[in-house]
Nanobody, 123 residues
């Protein structure tokens, strides 16, 4: 069974920083992409950052220059370093993973996410 576990959320003051972590475990042949999404109450899910197997990372305009993403698709780890946090960054943050279960990727899995971690930016 494949598990995706996010951690590192919490309460932080505006202007503060947090680093989120994501760990993928289980019987996976290869990970094709890992991404961070967030969802605030009453709002649609929003892509924050996504990294593909080619090593390219894209960011939402709302977080460019403030957030950085890192990790290792082979090890199944991802990190989201969030700086200069704003109240509007408050949301549940999810790690989403696309992966293959076998060498031929006969049944690719898309958008497998964990339970999420709450980030609250408030004074």
């Amino acid at each position: 069974q494949v598990q995706v576990v996010e951690s590192g959320g919490g309460l932080v003051q505006p202007g503060g920083s947090l680093t989120l972590s994501c760990v993928v475990s289980g019987d996976i042949f290869s990970i094709n992409a890992m991404a961070w999404y967030r969802q605030a109450p009453g709002k649609e899910r929003e892509l924050v950052a996504a990294t593909t197997g080619g090593g390219t990372t894209v960011f939402a305009d709302s977080v460019k220059g403030r957030f950085t993403a890192s990790g290792d698709l082979v090890k199944g780890t991802a990190y989201l370093a969030m700086n200069s946090l704003k109240r509007e960054d408050t949301a549940v943050y999810y790690c989403n993973v696309d992966y293959c279960l076998d060498s031929g990727c006969s049944a690719p899995i898309y958008d497998h996410r964990g339970q999420g971690t709450q980030v609250t930016v408030s004074s």
